[in-house]
């Protein structure tokens, strides 16, 4: 039986590309004198609307001028963006944009080698970088030849030729040495046009680059905020009054969060984003409670410590709106994560999406009832989703299967990667790789296909398992990956099954053994789920930028020491 879900609603897609939309519009709430980016550090340091788009056609009538970007035509020329977070940061963004060219976003915690491969899979000759990463660029291009372009958001706001001085300044000294974009309003060039690369984490193979278009963008601009647009609506009618919406930029701009929450929201809705340079604990506590932070997304290492550190007091008591995403957020995680942040009603929502779908494709809306049990919310309007089983027959309510979308959101796949592009979409649906499930009419996110722990033709989700793990006082936080199943006999080839084994943070000071960790396990989860690969204790948990548990780096952990002792070790 075919079972796809859908929104009640749908809504119109503008014919428009991304800046025309939110610059030139009247779908942008951003008054001209509205502050959209503003450093953490220091707020004073600000761009309002009317402020970034003279900046970045400035830096855009640069790239053009002094490098030809876009001079040939749109959707060729790549330009990499390696910076970490500063007020400056959406200027060069749109800048590459506006100037005809694709922007390449680096994470800023990338190596020289990981940076340089991605000049190299771009192509381009052109790396913008701030300041503090300008060694490790320097570096990067070594590997992969590419001109520097140094950006700053104090004291001058520029974008400068590395090593040139004032002589290598892209902006002009003119009001008039600036590049407007070519406004596209053909249907078919707006969807297979290309403005953005983002890459895939790499968590379980190397990176590829996702390819975003201006459809994309817009498409998911609208599906994302209309329905909540309406119900604001009526409630300002009413006499309601919403606090100004106020963010704080913790998490990379280089993953689809921080491009659509960071780079383009505040231009779309009007509100303030206070851009951290780089994440850190203590800091991002200080800035939520002195600038007054209304809203947030963030991943679930943060919530997790927000639950769990005794230092967050009233830290968070202006925020009303709080969403998590990137991981599965368990239901207990959202309840004591709540009880530590905001007044009244204030809620951890849950959001689902991939680069590939240019961010969310279930996310909770306005006006509806608060969910905390870790479902990941209803699907958004002009958006389908399928739940389908390995012979893409879709399951039952209450059966797991894997996630099929389909709608203007998604990617028009992978940069020159046709295999990987051909093998992401069946019969016109996009494969994301998450195992999800319908219960009572809520979706909930298992793991993804390529964790799951197959146990003697079970299945095992380590999502489940670490959620129960840091319910317990002493475990901060913790990691569950297979491992081969000791009591089998391998020769050199793969296990035929595998069992979990937990890598733990305690808290500090425990004592807690690896035994207390397995019985904890023991009474709470099904005897095929026990932690049969053993219990490791250690000091951290490896991550990425965006805070992602990096699981494969534990499982090459587990086989090297596997195969350096006897299998009693495990």
């Known amino acids: ?82 910076s970490s977070g500063q007020p400056a940061y959406p200027a060069a963004f749109f800048g590459i944009i506006a100037a005809g060219g694709i922007a390449s976003l680096a994470s800023p915690s990338g190596t020289a080698h990981e940076t340089a491969r991605q000049i190299k899979s771009g192509g381009g000759s052109l790396v913008i970088v701030s300041e503090d990463l300008l060694d490790i660029a320097r570096e990067a291009v070594k590997e992969a030849p590419a001109t520097i372009l140094v950006l700053r958001s104090e004291p001058d706001w520029s974008l400068r030729i590395d ?9 002009g000294k003119s009001m008039y040495d600036r590049l407007t974009w070519d406004r596209i ?12 690369l983002l890459y895939s984490s790499g968590t379980t193979g190397e990176p590829k680059g996702v390819m975003l278009s201006h459809l994309n963008f817009v498409a998911e601009l609208i599906v994302l905020t209309s329905s909540s647009r309406e119900w604001t609506a009526k409630q300002v009618e009413a006499g309601a009054k919403f606090p100004p919406y106020r963010t704080l930029a913790h998490l990379p701009a280089a993953h689809i969060a921080g491009v659509t929450g960071y780079l383009i929201g505040p231009a ?21 409670k002195a600038l007054g932070i209304t809203a947030f997304y963030s991943v679930p290492s943060i919530y997790l410590r927000i639950a769990k550190d005794p ?92 996630i099929l979308v389909r709608g203007p959101v998604v990617t028009n796949g992978y940069w020159r990667n046709e295999a990987a592009t051909k093998g992401a979409f069946r019969n016109g649906w996009f494969a994301t790789g998450d195992i999800a499930v319908d219960r009572n009419g ?15 033709g079970l299945q095992v989700a380590p999502a489940e398992i670490e959620g129960l793990l840091v319910t ?99």
Not at 56 to 81: H, Q, Y
Not at 163 to 171: F, T, V
Not at 442 to 449: A, P, S, V
């Open 311 to 402: 230092a967050v007091t009233d830290h968070f008591k202006t925020l009303v709106y709080a969403s998590g995403g990137a991981a599965p957020l368990d239901g207990n995680l959202q309840k004591a994560a709540k009880k530590k942040i905001g007044v009244g009603e204030t809620n951890v929502s849950q959001a689902w999406g991939l680069s590939e779908t240019t961010g969310a494709v279930t996310a909770p809306e306005r006006g509806q009832t608060p969910d905390d049990t870790g479902s990941i919310s209803g699907v958004l309007p002009n958006l389908e989703l399928r739940i389908v089983d390995e012979q893409d027959n879709d399951v039952e309510p209450g059966q797991s299967g894997e």
């Open 442 to 456: 809520k979706f909930y996110i298992i793991d993804r296909i390529k964790e799951l722990i197959k146990y003697k």
């Open 185 to 196: 309003t053909d249907p078919k060039k707006l969807k297979e046009s290309l403005i953005v």
């Open 1 to 82: 039986m075919s079972r796809t879900y859908r929104h009640p609603k749908t809504y119109p897609i503008p014919d428009v590309d991304l800046l025309t939309l939110l610059f030139a519009s009247p779908h942008s709430a951003a008054l001209d004198d509205s502050v959209l980016h503003a450093s953490a550090a220091t707020p004073s340091v600000s761009l309002n609307k009317v402020g970034l788009r003279r900046l970045f056609e400035e830096f855009a009538f640069g790239l053009r001028n002094r490098f030809n970007i876009g001079a040939s035509g749109p959707n060729k020329d790549v330009v990499v963006v390696f």
């Open 472 to 570: 317990h006082p002493e475990i901060m936080e913790a990691a569950v990956v297979g491992i081969p199943d000791p009591s089998e006999e391998q020769g050199d080839g793969p296990a035929s099954s595998e069992v979990p084994r937990a890598y733990v943070v305690k808290r500090p000071g425990s004592n807690l053994k690896a035994e207390d960790v397995k019985e904890f396990v023991l009474a709470r989860l099904a005897p095929y789920k026990q932690l049969r690969g053993g219990v490791v204790f250690m000091d951290e948990l490896p991550k990425n930028a965006l805070g992602k548990l990096l699981r494969r780096d534990l499982r090459d952990k587990a086989v090297k020491e596997i195969r350096a002792g006897p299998r009693a070790k495990l």
């Open 268 to 288: 779309y809705s009007g509100g303030t984003v206070f851009w951290m340079r780089k994440y850190n604990w203590p800091d991002f506590l200080k800035y939520n």
């Open 163 to 171: 090593g040139q001085g004032e002589e290598g300044e892209l902006r």
